[in-house]
């Protein structure tokens, strides 16, 4: 038997792949509907590849989600301009994936729990204990998966010294409420950053298609988090109008046409769970995708760095590898593509 703890991304694609294989899967899943809202996501080759060899369709991934065809375009308010092809980079809504995924667990004939929020997590040395209001499981010799998010129980239950730090920006998401014509490329991710002494002071990204219902757009605002919860939920946009304007002086065209056309963005702190200091994965109980290494959105990779979590713990419990040993290669290979990352931009 395998438990999987938390059926977001990583979570169910694990468990979907394992189930197709012919394992008894356990998922246990706080929410009981598909929640992803308006979040969105881009996931390059890699990301796919995994998608694939985890065993989602192909089909449903092509019509789930659009090729970047125009890559990634950057400029900033010094007149420096870039771009860089797409590696096979789709646009994704979340919960587009996430409804994709909770298909294929279905399908798979995953033994899922939906509504069962876990409120605290004991680790054995055979397996952990498990507590759900006034339920308790005893999870001993099988491999137990903490793929519970940013704010995972099953860390906190493994390494509760290791929780979240505040990575710097506040980030607000935007979905126009109808179709918009921009001046700028379509299937295109653009960024534009402004900058003050000689950092950014803001990064505005978006992205558009033509005949699309809504346009989607972000901003990242450096500044001391708010105050409150780490996720502010979804606010009025006149409520962060003058805030969004003053932080692109730049871009004021393209801005008014996003507060002309946008109800409410979704606020909140951008975190990071720090692999410094991280513990050595041990077996039977191991963490994968943002429980483990979750790290700003700014970065990018949050989706793939947790599908290809789940391809390696996915191998190595088949080929009755450790999965502990699998996720610590994992993290090397994590921390070898951030540094790779800060150098191509500090160029």
């Known amino acids: 038997m395998v438990t999987v703890i938390g059926g977001g991304i990583a979570g169910a694609a ?10 008894r899967v356990r998922l246990f899943e706080q929410q009981a509907r598909n929640s992803g ?10 990301g ?26 950057y400029a900033n308010s010094l007149g420096r301009r870039g771009a860089i092809n ?12 996430v409804q994709i995924l909770r298909e294929f667990i279905a399908e798979a004939g995953v033994d899922t729990v939906y509504g069962a929020p876990i409120t605290d997590v004991t680790v054995t040395e055979r397996g952990c204990v498990l507590r759900r209001g006034d339920d308790t499981t005893v999870l001993e010799d099988e491999l137990i998966v903490g793929a519970d998010g940013i704010d995972s129980v099953v860390r906190a239950g493994l390494e509760p010294e290791r929780g979240t730090e505040y990575a710097g920006d506040v980030v607000l998401y935007g979905m126009t409420s109808r179709p918009v014509t921009l001046k700028t490329d379509p299937a295109t991710l653009h960024f534009f950053a402004e900058i003050e ?11 558009w298609r033509p005949g699309d219902p809504a346009a989607l757009w972000f901003l990242r605002v450096p500044r001391e988090a708010l105050p409150g919860s780490d996720d502010l939920g979804r606010r009025p946009i006149e409520e962060w109008a003058e805030t969004i304007t003053t932080a692109t ?5 393209l801005i008014s046409a996003f507060l002309e056309t ?23 109980v191991v963490l994968i995708g ?8 700014a970065a990018g990779v949050g989706a793939r760095d947790a599908l290809e979590d789940a391809h390696a713990v996915y191998e190595a419990h088949l080929s009755g590898a450790s999965p502990a040993a699998a996720m610590l290669e994992r993290r090397r290979r994590i921390l070898e593509d951030r540094e790779l990352a800060l150098r191509t931009r500090a160029r």
């Open 14 to 23: 694990l468990a979907g792949a394992l189930a197709l294989r012919g394992e």
């Open 37 to 46: 809202g308006g979040a969105f996501l881009f996931i390059d080759d890699r």
């Open 48 to 73: 796919h590849r995994a998608l694939s060899e985890l065993g989602v369709p192909g089909d449903l991934v092509r019509a789930g989600s659009y090729p970047v065809a125009g890559g990634l375009v």
């Open 86 to 97: 797409g590696r096979g980079h789709r646009f994704w809504m979340r919960d587009s994936l």
């Open 197 to 207: 002494n000689g950092r950014p002071a803001s990064t505005l990204g978006h992205i």
């Open 249 to 253: 002086p730049s871009n004021q065209a």
């Open 262 to 284: 946008t109800e409410s963005v979704h606020v909140s702190n951008a975190r990071n769970v720090p692999l410094t200091g991280a513990a050595t994965p041990v077996d039977p």
């Open 290 to 297: 943002d429980a483990d290494h979750a790290i700003t959105p």
